[in-house]
């Protein structure tokens, strides 16, 4: 079971270091559960079922990413977690309650870089915890405690639009996380940033996900990503979105940029491209009438 050395591995087999974790994880509580989630959007007369029939528990600190193709529900489902969406049957726990609508439990960080333009670095993280009922002064040490462990204290009173791209999404991370939710839910928080910001974003959140005690569902459609972040994936397959599978992911923590050329996780990754791969006849519709045409006089037609 050699990393790299072009030997057939099984995705499937966990080394023993793996195994161990994996049962660690499994006996910890469920933190949050989805039973039978489904969804229909009815739009002018037409209705699309965007999710059918999820399940999943996810354990305490446990780190789960859910990938599929795009249209396959992942911001649906998310949004439902979150609350910010009502699911069409189903329920969804938390800590085995069940939850209907946004709460504290549930921390969001989204694609977009959603921070309140006209509110400083701090006073954005401040914002969860005056929500909360607590106090200005209270807030602002906490929020500062915060902006000290992801680095960027120095920006406290800095606007959002004079921070970088993965700067604004450190700050939204701090924003969610000082809310201290039970569950951290991300939809494609990195998927705008560069490739080098991007793997570097990626190890600062598991750093801070070893340091405190919270559960994280994370969304990606980047399979590299997912292998690289997670404990299970969860593959989603699309029309209408259904659970596929379930993965767990055969590489040691604390991950290192180096596994991502080992060969188990090539072989992970080559078992998702396989489920996830849409055959061409399928996607051939919605192309339909999409070629592009010239959009300027061109002398050379570049191949
Ligand atoms: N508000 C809405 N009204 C009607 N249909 C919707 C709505 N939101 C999503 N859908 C449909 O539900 C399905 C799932 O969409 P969703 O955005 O959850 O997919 P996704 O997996 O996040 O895709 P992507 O990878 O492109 O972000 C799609 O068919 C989409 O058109
Ligand atoms: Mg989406």
Not at 29 to 37: G, I, K, P, S
Not at 229 to 252: C, F, N, Q, T, W
């Amino acid at each position: 079971m050699g990393a790299g050395n072009g030997m057939t591995v099984d995705y499937r087999v966990l080394p023993p270091d793996v195994a161990e974790r994996m049962a660690r994880i499994k006996s910890r509580d469920v933190v949050l559960r989805v039973e039978n989630l489904g969804k229909v959007f009815a739009q002018r007369g037409r209705e699309t079922v965007a999710l059918e029939d999820i399940n999943m528990n996810v354990h305490r600190r446990e780190f789960v990413c859910v990938v599929g193709p795009s249209g396959c529900g992942k911001s649906t489902l998310v949004r439902i977690l979150a609350g910010l969406e009502q699911a069409s049957s189903g329920r969804i726990l938390v800590d085995d309650k069940p939850v209907d609508g946004p709460g504290p439990d549930r921390g969001m960080v989204f694609q977009k870089y959603t921070l309140f333009p006209w509110r400083t670095v701090c006073q954005n993280v401040m914002f969860g915890l005056e929500m909360a009922g607590i106090s200005k002064d209270e807030s602002r040490r906490q929020a500062m405690q915060w902006l000290q462990a992801i680095g960027l204290e120095r920006f406290a009173d800095s606007l959002p639009h004079q921070l970088s791209g993965g700067m604004q999404q450190r700050v939204a991370i701090a924003r969610a996380l000082a809310a201290q939710p039970r569950v951290l839910l991300m939809d494609e928080p990195f998927s705008a940033l560069d490739a080098q910001t991007r793997v570097r974003m990626q190890t600062h959140l598991m750093e801070i996900w070893r340091k405190i005690d919270i559960t994280i569902v994370f969304i990606t459609h980047d399979l590299d990503e997912a292998i690289y972040l997670a404990d299970r994936i969860l593959v989603l397959k699309a029309h209408p979105g259904r659970m596929e599978e379930v993965i767990e992911v055969p590489l040691s923590r604390p991950r290192r940029a180096e596994q991502m050329t080992s060969a188990e996780f090539q072989a992970t990754k080559a078992h998702l491209e396989s489920l996830i791969h849409t055959p061409a006849e399928e996607t051939a519709d919605e192309f339909e009438g999409t070629e592009v045409p010239l959009l300027t006089l061109v002398t050379d037609v570049v191949e």
